[in-house]
Every structure is written in structure tokens, then in C-alpha cells.
């Protein structure tokens, strides 16, 4: 990364409409990451490489060059990265830009014409061939002389540039020794770094949202507040757990390596059609209901249900969890029971039946008589107001994410204008997508500004689709929409889930870890709780509906616990697994063993050195797998023949690998290797 | 086509600067056809069908709809088309717009809310449970009485609509009855045509440039004037044949079929390191000179060589052609002989050697000293005026398509501005880029304003090749690059054409009529003219050089004159061959045949009916090939099982086929089939 000018830049491109043409002098077009040219921000976070690429191209023969300039939220240059071919023949090229904090960045890419590449290019042919000698040599001293010029050129740097013109320029020399002092590998690297570049053309600035390091790395835990130390009597039948109780659990999470505690919501809950046990129609004497079933005369989305306790107790819960090193997420479910005091203070923020009644949620011929829907057209604004007093009310009581239930069932501009106005206020807070929906409609949301998204990872299985699924959501998409995975929820135990057995959950577990830099557990998982609710993709006795007391102490327990902690660990020790847009999916002769890396280079991190982890999963649950990998060496900053000590960061192992290494992985044993790449001296990929 | 409103509509989209939200209240993202979110306009000539695409979808459950809008240049709206989905489930909308005449049109895709379906999709699952009966109904009935007063419905369909909604309404009526009032066909379709819209959310407007037709259909006919009617004597030498004698020969060309006569240079030729025969470095006596060589004490771009003629002479020339449904086009090969008159009145609008001499173009280690390429960056504006004014001179003579020579050598934004402002003083004039370069530069000049473009058609010769090029011609590249396909130029002699002899000749044609809307021939095509230059991809003893007094009343030529006149007439027949982007590639057996059709619909054609035309061409010059063609029978408008008459508009015979014909193609004497579809009754494709 070249160091930024630090001043404001007199040469920023200036807007497009006081351009007469839309091309300038230097073509640069099709520049990414882009999105309809800028109509949203593409996205990064903190200390994140942002490949930049760009088609730039010149007329005539001579060569052209590119360089990307990123440009902080103060509108000063922060780095100019000499951007370097992608291939050839089309013109593309590439480079990586990294932001060094939070806000609202811009890029732009400056075409510009080569002239000291396109004579080398000339002169190593005319020289030898004794056309115009000294003609020739005499304009690359020239350019030599010119370059020494160049802003960011050293005084020591300038000296050499200019000793190389001299000998260039003497005509009484051998003109095969003229020519070698203009190509020498010392002036060739200052050219590079500091190119000389001619008719210099700006493309426009595209807009780059910068977020805070958590949008794109953390470990998630998700939780029913109400079911930690949640007690069961003969006498007295349940006694809900609190907020106090829930602040005692929280070692044990922490304990396992988590970032953030996600709670589901904890505002009070309707009781006019609550919903009793497994989702029956009538609620039994005792039955707690949703907490999706929001508001009651006790208050609505503003509101702490009483027998969880008090704002005093949520802050005790966020101190206790910012000291176990977590941050809080809260649900923001934006809909409510029949009993939410919106029904009767502000009937036109729901819908009405041609009846006058209001209108329950359905979805024919499913009724769901206790949940009212919003309806943001009768009068958005007053609705807004409310909705930014809760978000600011919570966040000022330290919750740090919003983990938005259903939001694309809300208006796509209410999500873009409160997004950017708690940006404002509370610069820290980040939003995560929960939206199960098709992919028009998860991509914009995205796009209109959630730092986060749940994914279909649940839903892809077998070795194509996880490859093929981690490839997308590391490839383009990256630029926009962050990841997470979760190999369970509330609402979600897929059929692999509920027949693999401890297995399912090991390696799914191990793929969300590291198939993306977000992942999520829902309490429970330790358990391996896998029976669902017949004729249901959801879990049996669902929490949705009950307290869930669990056991963490059982031994299946503790040793599902012992992998997540472990797989925590590893994630921490392994900035490569920090990083999305970073994969490679390698080939594997097995039809369930699905193996991928993930490599930064030096540039990309904020330690020295590179780091590089591959994954390598059984995917079958039932039975060892066995057979070749075929690893992309490049991939891996490796030669074609390079071996490496493979340091298996879960069984601690250490296996010499080249590039076609044999892995037999046990479902119940070791489901996958996670591999450290340690280099053995001199495999070292040439750095050319 | 709906019929356009007529007048201003104050409904147009604000621009988005306006906005508080990138997305509106229905989402409408990606919209095509779009270059970098309108940074190019998206091209279309008059009458030709754009298809237009967009991702609209809403929040919640109820359905969107998507309307495209087409807005003429005087800011009125044309059209207006309700768009269908294209495919499922991802919320991909798509119709097709036809502007009617030349200009700056734009066009915009309002997404909506769909009461009326989403009510539709509600009932027809409640009404037959039994559900909130009467409830529902109501709604439909007001629906259907809110859509009664939709704009554009008549007072009949109002009518219809409200005695629907009074049937719906009737409580007393069986609700089957008065639901299947609601779905009756006749009101479904009013509906389709006047949708009720609901929330109408209006995208940003996008630019269409529309040129008149010729700039995507037309058949061209190279010549180098001065080889018609030359003649060689023994006690004179050559006698250049002249403008006079060029128009002579136009009969002959115009009797072919031709649209478009195009001149290769007609300036003074300079004669300072003239080029001789078969680009000899030295000039024998006698030798013409390239034409390219342009400039000399006689003149330069603005004038004619005296051995041509006169403006007179040029102006009976253009008079001729258009008598005769020609059009002129004129090379514009922007580079200078060293004896142009710019060399010395301005040698700033020349590079300089560092010994003070003008720079002759390199390729090093070649030399072209009998060419001086300017230098756009000296004198820009100086070099500029001159140039508009010598486009503005020949422009005035009657010059109505400029063939420009190597355009990528000189500046983009110089094509830009160019281009527009003749646009601005001879909005007829065209812009014909040959720039055989890498595709960044040729789709760049195609975006900043080239009419037309040459392609790498020439060197696309197996069947693969050949289809997949013309796919991608048809595909997204249609929106904004217009191809012209060349079997040969006085530059282009590829092997497949030295090599393949006649049949060669014929199924390259065959290709070239067919493949695209514009096609052209260098004169002596008809005479197998395919000897290289030993070492070249083009002629022996080419024309540049010297002249060229053909003899077309020789039986090669008579022959394949007559197959160059049947494919310009069964052009002219077959509207499906004067379009672009209506391509369909159809598999085959054999893998030396390839196979393809083109089809407009009906609202597409200016004729009522639609026309389908299924090209199979032998691209096998040396054998006989037969085998099976698989067709996409959707693509002909037919069903699967359907069978039709395929008169073959090359031979005249008629065939009966099915979905997969066996084909049998002889390069001698039939190496393709040009099949005009003519379904048989009852096997038309299903309108749904």
C-alpha cells in the first residue's frame, strides 16, 4: 500500500457532467465493484481488501497504464495503488485497495498513457537491430529524466533515475550498454512503483460504505433470554428465566469463543390468540407464547416483558456481556400481537378488512389471527418516527446489532432511510437480514444498506452445491452482501440435520465456521436437538413456544461445545478465515469431500505474514470418505511442485502435502482438516 | 403496441437526485438495455424492437407488475407495454419497445402493486374453502369497480367491469358464480391490457439513441473507383478509370441489390516514398499509389484526385447512385502522405522526432515512411475544426456514411464529440468503425457513437465459431454494437479463403447475408479473386497498389453474381433477416453444418404477419455433409410436434419438416439452404 499524499487532491475527477464527452482521453471503463454505476455503495469493512478492476485501454500503439485511488471519507487521497493485467487481451486490470476506517470512502481509476513502457517496448526491438540508435536512446534518457521528476520519487531514487539517463545519453557508448542502464531491474522497480504517466485521465468516483470490522467477521450465539435459567416445579410449574439469569449463562458462551449474543425479543407478549405449545391454535394456562408476538397491555417494542425484568437488568446484561469481550443483538421484529398498544393508539399503522376490522396476518388459507402486520402507506412518517425512537431507545441501551426479522415484508425505503439515519446516530449499529425470500429481494436489501444477510447455507448440501454456494457468496456478491451461516435456527432444522445425527452437526458446523467470516449457532446445538415437529422443517417443543431448560453439562454437550470453542479459536488465530471475498475451491476425486482455501497476502493483513487455511469436509454423515484433493498451488502462494507441512488446526496433526494429497475423513472421529499452510523453505511460488 | 397518451406526461420519473431513497416504494433494479446506469445511451434504429428487462418485485405477499414506458425526443410519450415475467422466481420482467423514428428517446419500467392478482391468487383459495366469503368478494367488487376507471379502459370495457363487480358483489348469488365473474376470460383480459396499479414506482429514465434504418440493415459494395473503367495499352500504360466511368458501373452493382456503394479514397495520392506494386517501398513509374497515401500538392482530405474527376463528377456519381437506390459511403482514413498540404501549413498536427523530423508511423522493426499519422494532442481543437469541416464538406456532397480507417489509432472522445456534432448538422450521416482490435476498443467505439462496426466475422469459420459469434452479436452486444459482416476486403484474404475456392466464396456469402443485417463485398468477390500475396492474409497484386480492370462478364462471375443478387433479393423479402437480436442457434448432427433462424413476431414487423427464416449452412468447402438439425421449435413459433413447409428461397424447393430435419449439403452446388417457415395449419405454438 503506497502511502497516501495526505492533502486534499487538486486532481479528483471532476463530476460527469462537465465532461463534453463521456470518455476521456484514456478509456476506463466497466470499473468495479460498482452497482448501476453508484445508485448504492459497494462495500467493505475496516482493514478489508477491496479488489478494484477496471477496463483501460489507449488508442494507437502505445502501451497504457492504471492506477486506483482511494479516497477517504474526509475527501483526502488515502492510496494510490498501481493497478497491475489481468490476463490478456482485455484490457483489465486489477489491484486491491484497503480502508483504514469507517464511513463513507469513494475510488476512482486514473487511465494513463505508458510512455516509458511502450519505448522500452520499442527500443528493445530497435536497438538490436541498430534502426535509429541514437535517436531512440536519446528520447529514453529524456523520459528517464522525466521520470526522476515524478511526485513520491526519492532524492536517492531520482539520483539513480538520472545517473541511467547519463549512460543512456552517451553517445560514445556501447548502445547494448545504453540500452541495459534504462532496463535495469533497480530502475524498472521505481518505474513501477512510481510510473510516469501521461494524459493522466480520472474516471468518476464510485462510492465505497465503509463499516466497522464486525459487519463481516463474528461469531454468533443465539438466544431465548427467557429459557436461560428457565426452572421447572411440580408445584409451581415453570418459572421463567430473567435477564439476570441469562447474565449468569453468558460465561459459558463467552467461554466458547462467541462475539456476539443474539437475543430473540424480549418485549412482552399478547395473550388475545396466543399461540400455545407446538404452534397449537390455543394456548394452555402456563404456555409463555411467542416473543414474535409482540405487545401487550404491559407495553409493546419500547417494552421489557416483566418476568424477563428491567431496562436496569438489560444494562446489567450488556455490561456483563461487553466484559465476556461480546456485543448485543436484538431482534426487531416489526409486527405485533392484538394487544399491542399501537392497535389502539394508532390504528392506521395496520391495515383494515373491508369489515373495519384489522387485518391479521394470513397467507390463505393459513390464518395467523395473533400477529398483526404493519402497514407502512397509511402514514410512514408517523410509523417512521416510532420505529427510530425504538431503534435509538435500544441502541442507547447498548444493543449494537439489529437482527431484523422478515424485513422483506417491509417497504424497501423504509429499510434504506432508517438504516441511514441510525448511521447517523448511532454510527456503531449494524443490521442483519433475516430473509428467507428469493434472491432479488435478499441482494437489495443488501444493497439498500444491511450490513448483513442470513443465506440459503442451510439449504446446500451435497458437494456441488456447498462449493458452488461459498464460490457465489465469496465472488461478486462480496461486494456487497456479507454473509452468514447458520447451520440451524429458531425456524430452521433441515432434513440433513434432523437424520445425520452428531455427525450433520460436526460438520456443519465446521463449514459455517470457515465458509464464511459470519457464522451463527442457536443454542441447543450442543444438545444436537434434531427431532422436528412432524411435517415441519423446525425443531420439536419449540422454544418459539416454551421454555427450554437444557443440560450444557451432558457429555454430547460438552463435546459439541469443545469443537465450537474450537473452531472459535482457530477462526481467531486465522485472519485468512476473517476474510470473504479470499476463496478457492479446489477439486476433490470424492463425490461428499468438498475442500476450499482461503489465502490473504501480505498487503491484506495487518500481521506481516500471509497466511493461508484449507477446509476439507465430509459431507457424508454416514460414512468415511476417502480420496485425492487436486489443490490449486497458485491458490495457495505455492509453486506447481511445492509441498507443505499441513498443520490440521482441529486434530493438531501435522501431514507433508503437495498438490495432490490424499484425505480420509471419519464422520464421527474427524469430519474435516482445517489446514494451516506452513511453506517448506524454497516452495515458495516464483513472486513474479 | 398500446397506443402512446400523445401529450407531456407529468408522471415522468423526477430524477434520482430527488429522491430521499435509491429504491422507490416497489423495487425496480437492473434494468436493460443500460451501459454503465446511461452513461452510453442503449441504440435501436426506427422499427426495430428493443426488448427491455427489469427485476421488479414488492415487499410482503401481494404481486408486483412492471410496466416499460418509451418516451420520443420530444419528450412525449410513445408507448407504454405491460411487461411479462420471464421465467420464475426471480422476479425478471421483460418486454419489447419499438420507436418510430430517429433521435434522443429514453425509456423508464414503472414497477406496481397488483391488487387485482393478489386478490385473484387470495380467492380463488378462500372462495372454495369457504373463507371469509362474502368478506372477499366485496373486495373484488371494488376492485373491479376501482379498475373501471383505469385510463385507457373504454367506456364498453367499464361497462363490462362493472356488471362483473355487481355479479361479484351479489350476496345472495353462489359465491362460485360470483367468483367466476371476477375471473371470466374477457375481464381477465381487459385487465391484462389496463392493469389496476397500485403504488406505481417509476425507475430513473434511461437513454435510447435511435438512427435510421440503414445503420443496422443494409448490403455494401467496395470499390476503388479508379479501377473501374481503367484501361491498360501497351503505348500508354494505365489510364485510371474515373468518377465518370465508376458511375457506369453502378448498374451492374445496383443490379445485385446493393444499398450502399462504398469509395475507398478518392484524394490526391502522395508521392514522397510512394509505395509500388504489391507494396513494393519504391514506386515504378506508372504506379497509382495507395489510396491511403493520402495528400499531395494537389490537395488533401477536401479534395479529389484530378485523375478521378471533379466535384462535378462526384456529385453525378452520388446523383447516379441514389437514382439507382444506392447510398454513398466514403473511407475517412484520418493520416496524411508527407506531401499533404497539412505537413507544412500545420506540422503541429504531427508527432516530432527528437531530430526535429516529422514521425512517420512504426511498427518497429517496420517503418512506414510514406504515412504521417497525426497527433491529436498538440492542436486539438485546430486539428479538430478542420476535421468537421472536411466530414461537413463531403457531408454537403451527398457523403451520407463515412467508413472510417483504423479508428482505434486515434482519441475516443474525439470520436465522441465527432460524431455528435455531425449528428447535430447531418442527423442522416452514419459512422462505420473499422477497428480490427481488441473487443475493449471496438465495443468502446461502438459506445461512444459508431453507427456500425466491423467485425471478426472473417476469421469465425467452424461451426462452433460461427455460431457462437453470431449468438454474441445477437445477445447483449445488439443493444449497442451494430456488426457488419465482411467475407473479404481489399485487406482481408483469410486462409479458409485462399483455400477453399469456390465454395468458399458462395457459403461465406451465404454466412454474411444472412448472419447479420449488414453485410458487404469487395468488388472482385465475383471473380474468386483468392490468390494471397505470399507471407499475407490479402491479395496478390491488390488493388492499393495498382489498378484492377476486372472482366465480370466472365462465367464465375456471372454465377456467383447471380447468388449475390438472389441473397440481397431474399433480404428484401424476409423482414426476419433486416434484424439483429431475433437469433436463434439450432444444434446439428453434423459438425461441419450449422444451423440458425430469425424470427419477428408480429408486432415487431410493419406487415401484420410474422416471418421466420431458418438458415443451414455447409461450412465444409471440400466435401459434402448431411445429417440432423435439431430445432428449438418454440424459437419458430411452432409447437413441439409441429411440422411446416420449408421452402427453400435459395433452390426454390419446398420441403415438409418436422422438428428434426435431415439436411444433405453440397459446397458446389447447394451449400446452404435459406428456409423460409411456412407453417402448416394447426401446428402453430400455443399463444399462452
Known sequence: ???????????????????????????????????????????????????????????????????????????????????????????????????????????????????????????????????????????????????????????????????????VRRSDGDPRDRLAAATAPEVLEILRRHPLRHLVTPSTPYPLRVARERALVGAWYEV????????????????????????????????????VLYLTPIHPIGTTFRKGRNNALEASPGDPGSPYAIGSSQGGHDAIHPDLGTFDDFDALVARARDLGMEVALDLALQCSPDHP??????????????????????????????????????????????????????????????????????????????????????????????????????????VGFHQSYTYFAWRNTKTEVADYLAELAGDWGSYMRPTLWPTTHDILTPFMQWGGEPAFMLRAI??????????????????????????????????????????????????????????????????????????????????TVCFSRRLDDGDTASAAPDTVIVVVNLDARAVREGMVYLDMGALGLGPDGVFDAHDELSGHTYRWNSTPFVRLDPWTNPGHIIHVRPVRGTEADPT
Chains 1, 2 share one sequence.
Open 224 to 259: 431465548f433470554p427467557r429459557s436461560i435459567g428457565a426452572r421447572f416445579s411440580s408445584a409451581h410449574g415453570w418459572e421463567s428465566g430473567t435477564l439476570r439469569t441469562a447474565a449468569v449463562g453468558l460465561d459459558r458462551i463467552a467461554a466458547m469463543g462467541f462475539d
Open 342 to 447: 399501537w392497535v389502539s393508539k394508532h390504528p392506521e399503522w395496520f391495515s383494515r378488512r373491508s369489515d373495519g376490522t384489522i387485518a391479521y396476518a394470513e397467507n390463505p388459507p393459513k390464518k395467523y389471527q395473533d400477529i398483526y402486520p404493519l402497514s407502512f402507506d397509511n402514514d410512514p412518517e408517523g410509523l417512521y418516527a416510532e420505529i427510530v425512537r425504538i431503534c435509538d431507545l435500544w441502541a442507547r441501551h447498548g444493543v449494537t446489532i439489529f437482527r431484523v426479522d422478515n424485513p422483506h415484508t417491509k417497504p424497501l425505503p423504509f429499510w434504506e432511510r432508517l438504516i441511514a439515519d441510525m448511521a447517523t446516530r448511532h454510527p456503531d449499529v449494524l443490521f442483519l437480514a433475516e430473509a428467507f425470500t428469493r434472491p432479488p429481494m435478499m441482494h437489495t436489501l443488501a444493497l
Open 1 to 167: 500500500m503506497a502511502p497516501g499524499t495526505g492533502s486534499p487532491d487538486a486532481h479528483l475527477p471532476r463530476p460527469a457532467s462537465s465532461r463534453a464527452t463521456a470518455v476521456g482521453r484514456i478509456a476506463v471503463v466497466d470499473v468495479g465493484p460498482v452497482h448501476e454505476a453508484g445508485r448504492w455503495p459497494a462495500r467493505a469493512v475496516v482493514g478489508e481488501a477491496v479488489p478494484v478492476t477496471a477496463t483501460v485501454f489507449r488508442d494507437g500503439h502505445d502501451l497504457a497504464g492504471a492506477t486506483a485511488v482511494l479516497v477517504g471519507p474526509d475527501g483526502v487521497v488515502a492510496a494510490r495503488e498501481q493497478m497491475v493485467p489481468l490476463g490478456r487481451g482485455l484490457d483489465r486490470w486489477q489491484c486491491r485497495l484497503v480502508p483504514h476506517a469507517p464511513g463513507e470512502w469513494s475510488f476512482f481509476v486514473e487511465g494513463w498513457s505508458d510512455p516509458v513502457g511502450s519505448w522500452r517496448r520499442d527500443a528493445l526491438i530497435k536497438i538490436p537491430e541498430g534502426i535509429d540508435v541514437d535517436l531512440t536512446l536519446d528520447v529514453g534518457a529524456d523520459l528517464l529524466a522525466e521520470a526522476a521528476q515524478v511526485p513520491g520519487v526519492t532524492r536517492g531514487q531520482a539520483a539513480l533515475l538520472e545517473a541511467s539517463a547519463a549512460i
Open 511 to 592: 463449514l459455517a465456521a470457515t465458509g464464511a467470516p459470519t457464522w451463527g449457532i442457536y443454542s441447543g446445538y450442543e444438545l444436537i436437538e434434531n427431532v422436528a415437529r412432524p411435517g415441519s422443517e423446525e425443531q420439536i417443543d419449540n422454544e418459539k413456544y416454551e421454555y427450554k431448560a437444557r443440560d450444557f453439562t451432558a457429555p454430547v454437550a460438552q463435546k459439541m461445545s469443545r469443537l465450537l470453542g474450537e473452531l472459535n479459536r482457530i477462526r481467531r488465530a486465522h485472519p485468512a478465515l476473517q476474510r470473504l471475498r479470499n476463496l478457492t475451491v479446489h477439486p476433490t476425486s470424492d463425490d461428499a
